[in-house]
Protein backbone atom coordinates (compact mmCIF):
# COMPACT_ATOMS: atom_id res chain seq x y z
CA UNK A 1 0.00 0.00 0.00
CA UNK A 2 1.74 3.53 -0.78
CA UNK A 3 0.00 6.89 0.04
CA UNK A 4 0.32 8.79 -3.17
CA UNK A 5 -0.67 12.05 -0.87
CA UNK A 6 2.29 11.96 1.26
CA UNK A 7 4.35 10.37 -1.27
CA UNK A 8 5.13 7.10 1.73
CA UNK A 9 4.65 4.02 1.32
CA UNK A 10 2.46 2.73 3.66
CA UNK A 11 3.03 -1.95 4.04
CA UNK A 12 4.64 -4.18 2.31
CA UNK A 13 5.16 -8.20 2.15
CA UNK A 14 7.89 -9.91 -0.42
CA UNK A 15 7.39 -6.92 -2.50
CA UNK A 16 10.27 -7.84 -4.21
CA UNK A 17 9.61 -11.23 -4.71
CA UNK A 18 8.49 -12.51 -8.69
CA UNK A 19 5.06 -13.91 -8.65
CA UNK A 20 2.85 -14.93 -11.86
CA UNK A 21 1.85 -12.32 -13.26
CA UNK A 22 -1.59 -13.36 -15.01
CA UNK A 23 -3.52 -11.01 -16.31
CA UNK A 24 -1.74 -8.06 -14.16
CA UNK A 25 0.69 -7.67 -17.43
CA UNK A 26 -1.92 -6.33 -19.21
CA UNK A 27 -1.74 -2.88 -18.79
CA UNK A 28 2.18 -3.21 -19.37
CA UNK A 29 1.24 -4.57 -22.75
CA UNK A 30 -1.30 -1.25 -22.92
CA UNK A 31 1.77 0.87 -22.13
CA UNK A 32 4.45 -0.34 -24.67
CA UNK A 33 1.64 -0.21 -27.38
CA UNK A 34 0.98 3.52 -26.23
CA UNK A 35 4.45 4.68 -25.82
CA UNK A 36 4.85 3.85 -29.60
CA UNK A 37 1.66 5.16 -30.59
CA UNK A 38 2.45 8.11 -29.27
CA UNK A 39 5.87 8.31 -31.22
CA UNK A 40 3.98 7.94 -34.25
CA UNK A 41 5.01 3.87 -35.07
CA UNK A 42 1.79 2.32 -34.08
CA UNK A 43 -1.53 3.67 -34.99
CA UNK A 44 -4.33 4.38 -32.79
CA UNK A 45 -7.40 3.62 -34.32
CA UNK A 46 -10.70 2.65 -33.53
CA UNK A 47 -9.79 -1.00 -34.14
CA UNK A 48 -6.81 -0.67 -31.97
CA UNK A 49 -9.12 1.45 -29.32
CA UNK A 50 -11.69 -1.14 -29.19
CA UNK A 51 -8.95 -3.97 -28.57
CA UNK A 52 -7.08 -2.26 -25.64
CA UNK A 53 -10.68 -1.77 -24.66
CA UNK A 54 -11.28 -5.36 -24.38
CA UNK A 55 -8.52 -6.55 -22.93
CA UNK A 56 -8.30 -4.31 -19.76
CA UNK A 57 -11.84 -3.60 -19.32
CA UNK A 58 -12.69 -7.48 -20.43
CA UNK A 59 -9.56 -9.15 -19.86
CA UNK A 60 -9.81 -10.51 -22.99
CA UNK A 61 -6.76 -12.36 -23.81
CA UNK A 62 -7.10 -12.66 -27.55
CA UNK A 63 -7.25 -8.93 -27.87
CA UNK A 64 -4.02 -9.20 -25.13
CA UNK A 65 -2.48 -11.63 -27.96
CA UNK A 66 -3.29 -9.07 -30.80
CA UNK A 67 -1.87 -6.42 -29.05
CA UNK A 68 1.57 -8.18 -28.43
CA UNK A 69 1.44 -9.73 -31.75
CA UNK A 70 1.55 -5.86 -33.36
CA UNK A 71 4.55 -5.06 -31.28
CA UNK A 72 6.32 -8.41 -31.95
CA UNK A 73 5.76 -10.98 -29.74
CA UNK A 74 6.42 -11.22 -25.77
CA UNK A 75 10.75 -11.00 -26.28
CA UNK A 76 10.26 -7.89 -27.78
CA UNK A 77 8.07 -6.47 -25.44
CA UNK A 78 10.30 -7.72 -22.78
CA UNK A 79 13.15 -6.20 -24.05
CA UNK A 80 11.04 -2.68 -24.47
CA UNK A 81 10.17 -2.38 -20.98
CA UNK A 82 13.51 -3.04 -19.65
CA UNK A 83 15.18 -0.47 -22.58
CA UNK A 84 12.44 2.06 -21.61
CA UNK A 85 11.43 1.92 -17.80
CA UNK A 86 14.06 -0.35 -16.36
CA UNK A 87 13.87 1.27 -13.64
CA UNK A 88 10.23 0.85 -12.97
CA UNK A 89 9.97 -3.09 -14.61
CA UNK A 90 12.90 -4.56 -12.37
CA UNK A 91 11.19 -8.14 -11.29
CA UNK A 92 9.09 -8.55 -14.61
CA UNK A 93 9.33 -10.97 -17.38
CA UNK A 94 6.97 -11.33 -19.95
CA UNK A 95 7.89 -14.60 -21.73
CA UNK A 96 4.99 -16.25 -23.15
CA UNK A 97 1.43 -15.06 -25.18
CA UNK A 98 -1.27 -16.13 -22.85
CA UNK A 99 -2.94 -19.59 -23.99
CA UNK A 100 -6.08 -20.33 -25.84
CA UNK A 101 -7.45 -21.77 -22.32
CA UNK A 102 -6.32 -18.68 -20.79
CA UNK A 103 -3.80 -21.09 -18.55
CA UNK A 104 -0.67 -18.43 -18.53
CA UNK A 105 1.64 -19.14 -15.91
CA UNK A 106 5.35 -17.72 -16.67
CA UNK A 107 4.67 -14.49 -17.18
CA UNK A 108 6.02 -12.91 -13.85
CA UNK A 109 6.01 -9.45 -12.26
CA UNK A 110 6.39 -8.28 -8.28
CA UNK A 111 4.12 -5.95 -6.06
CA UNK A 112 7.07 -3.21 -6.15
CA UNK A 113 7.10 -3.49 -10.05
CA UNK A 114 3.47 -3.24 -10.13
CA UNK A 115 3.57 -0.11 -7.64
CA UNK A 116 6.32 1.61 -9.18
CA UNK A 117 4.03 1.53 -12.49
CA UNK A 118 1.03 3.00 -11.10
CA UNK A 119 2.69 5.56 -9.20
CA UNK A 120 4.50 6.74 -12.27
CA UNK A 121 0.82 6.37 -14.11
CA UNK A 122 -0.83 8.64 -11.62
CA UNK A 123 1.68 11.41 -12.10
CA UNK A 124 1.94 11.38 -16.10
CA UNK A 125 5.11 9.80 -16.68
CA UNK A 126 4.42 7.80 -19.76
CA UNK A 127 3.20 8.63 -23.14
CA UNK A 128 -0.35 8.35 -23.18
CA UNK A 129 -1.01 8.39 -19.56
CA UNK A 130 -3.66 9.65 -19.85
CA UNK A 131 -5.41 7.50 -22.23
CA UNK A 132 -3.70 4.65 -20.49
CA UNK A 133 -5.64 5.94 -17.03
CA UNK A 134 -9.34 6.05 -19.05
CA UNK A 135 -8.71 2.43 -20.01
CA UNK A 136 -7.85 0.99 -16.39
CA UNK A 137 -10.58 3.02 -15.14
CA UNK A 138 -13.34 1.57 -16.96
CA UNK A 139 -15.85 0.11 -15.17
CA UNK A 140 -15.81 -3.46 -14.17
CA UNK A 141 -16.21 -5.95 -11.54
CA UNK A 142 -12.77 -5.70 -9.35
CA UNK A 143 -11.40 -6.69 -5.59
CA UNK A 144 -10.57 -3.38 -4.39
CA UNK A 145 -14.14 -1.80 -4.84
CA UNK A 146 -16.72 -3.85 -6.05
CA UNK A 147 -18.21 -5.84 -3.00
CA UNK A 148 -16.05 -4.02 -0.55
CA UNK A 149 -18.89 -2.47 1.74
CA UNK A 150 -15.89 -0.96 3.52
CA UNK A 151 -14.88 1.31 0.73
CA UNK A 152 -17.80 4.20 0.10
CA UNK A 153 -19.48 4.60 -2.89
CA UNK A 154 -17.82 6.84 -5.57
CA UNK A 155 -14.02 6.09 -4.86
CA UNK A 156 -12.93 6.17 -7.89
CA UNK A 157 -10.76 3.13 -8.95
CA UNK A 158 -8.17 2.46 -11.69
CA UNK A 159 -7.22 -1.02 -11.64
CA UNK A 160 -6.76 -4.76 -13.40
CA UNK A 161 -7.42 -7.74 -12.12
CA UNK A 162 -5.15 -11.26 -12.23
CA UNK A 163 -6.40 -14.96 -11.75
CA UNK A 164 -5.40 -18.36 -12.66
CA UNK A 165 -6.34 -21.19 -10.79
CA UNK A 166 -2.32 -20.57 -9.42
CA UNK A 167 -2.99 -16.88 -8.76
CA UNK A 168 -5.59 -13.99 -7.24
CA UNK A 169 -4.23 -10.82 -7.36
CA UNK A 170 -5.40 -7.16 -8.01
CA UNK A 171 -4.00 -3.59 -8.27
CA UNK A 172 -4.97 -0.63 -8.72
CA UNK A 173 -5.09 3.21 -7.85
CA UNK A 174 -7.92 4.34 -5.88
CA UNK A 175 -9.40 7.82 -5.12
CA UNK A 176 -11.06 8.64 -1.63
CA UNK A 177 -12.41 11.85 -1.38
CA UNK A 178 -13.21 13.67 1.59
CA UNK A 179 -16.44 15.49 2.74
CA UNK A 180 -14.95 19.10 1.69
CA UNK A 181 -13.70 17.99 -1.65
CA UNK A 182 -10.27 16.73 -1.17
CA UNK A 183 -9.09 14.03 -3.40
CA UNK A 184 -6.91 11.44 -1.80
CA UNK A 185 -4.93 9.04 -3.75
CA UNK A 186 -3.47 5.65 -2.97
CA UNK A 187 -2.22 2.59 -4.48
CA UNK A 188 -2.87 -1.18 -3.12
CA UNK A 189 -1.12 -4.10 -4.99
CA UNK A 190 -2.62 -7.40 -4.08
CA UNK A 191 -1.08 -11.05 -5.30
CA UNK A 192 -1.96 -14.74 -3.92
CA UNK A 193 0.32 -17.35 -5.12
CA UNK A 194 -0.47 -20.88 -4.55
CA UNK A 195 1.64 -23.66 -5.57
CA UNK A 196 -0.22 -26.29 -7.14
CA UNK A 197 -3.45 -25.44 -9.15
CA UNK A 198 -6.76 -25.28 -6.93
CA UNK A 199 -8.99 -27.69 -7.02
CA UNK A 200 -12.11 -25.20 -7.36
CA UNK A 201 -10.95 -22.27 -9.62
CA UNK A 202 -14.32 -20.86 -8.67
CA UNK A 203 -14.15 -20.87 -5.11
CA UNK A 204 -10.23 -20.18 -5.47
CA UNK A 205 -11.13 -16.64 -6.55
CA UNK A 206 -14.26 -15.89 -4.48
CA UNK A 207 -12.17 -16.62 -1.37
CA UNK A 208 -9.10 -15.01 -1.89
CA UNK A 209 -10.71 -12.44 -3.82
CA UNK A 210 -12.70 -11.65 -0.77
CA UNK A 211 -9.05 -11.58 1.28
CA UNK A 212 -8.21 -8.61 -0.99
CA UNK A 213 -11.06 -7.02 -0.38
CA UNK A 214 -11.26 -6.68 3.05
CA UNK A 215 -7.11 -5.48 2.63
CA UNK A 216 -8.86 -2.85 0.34
CA UNK A 217 -10.79 -1.90 3.50
CA UNK A 218 -8.57 -1.61 5.58
CA UNK A 219 -6.42 0.21 3.47
CA UNK A 220 -9.52 2.73 3.17
CA UNK A 221 -9.33 3.11 6.92
CA UNK A 222 -6.29 3.83 7.27
CA UNK A 223 -6.43 6.59 4.33
CA UNK A 224 -9.33 7.97 6.63
CA UNK A 225 -7.95 8.21 9.91
CA UNK A 226 -5.04 9.87 8.78
CA UNK A 227 -6.37 12.41 6.57
CA UNK A 228 -9.17 12.66 9.55
CA UNK A 229 -12.30 12.04 6.93
CA UNK A 230 -14.46 12.07 10.11
CA UNK A 231 -14.25 15.42 11.20
CA UNK A 232 -15.21 16.86 7.78
CA UNK A 233 -18.54 14.70 8.01
CA UNK A 234 -19.10 10.98 7.57
CA UNK A 235 -19.32 11.47 3.38
CA UNK A 236 -21.52 8.82 1.62
CA UNK A 237 -22.67 6.34 3.88
CA UNK A 238 -23.56 3.60 1.26
CA UNK A 239 -21.02 1.26 0.52
CA UNK A 240 -18.84 0.26 -2.93
CA UNK A 241 -20.72 -2.90 -3.22
CA UNK A 242 -21.80 -2.60 -6.77
CA UNK A 243 -22.42 -5.02 -9.00
CA UNK A 244 -23.14 -7.44 -6.07
CA UNK A 245 -21.29 -10.26 -4.99
CA UNK A 246 -19.69 -10.66 -8.91
CA UNK A 247 -16.35 -12.10 -9.59
CA UNK A 248 -14.83 -11.24 -13.27
CA UNK A 249 -16.90 -13.24 -15.50
CA UNK A 250 -13.88 -15.50 -16.59
CA UNK A 251 -14.87 -18.62 -18.27
CA UNK A 252 -10.76 -19.65 -18.58
CA UNK A 253 -8.08 -18.92 -17.04
CA UNK A 254 -6.24 -15.81 -16.59
CA UNK A 255 -8.96 -12.89 -16.37
Not at 96 to 111: D, L, V
Amino acid sequence: MYDIKADQKLVSINEEMPLEAASLIKPFLALAYLHEAEAGRKPYNNEVRGRMERMLQESDNAAADWVLRRLGGPKAVQSFLKREYGGIFRNTSIVEYIPSNGRTYKNKASARDYSRFLYALWNGGFPGSAELKRLMNLPNPDRLYTSAPGVPAGTAVYDKTGTTSHLCGNMGILVSRRADGESFPYIIVGVIQKERAARSYSSWMRSRGDIIRRVSEMAYEEIAGRYRFADFGAGSAASGAAGGDKEPAEGLEGG
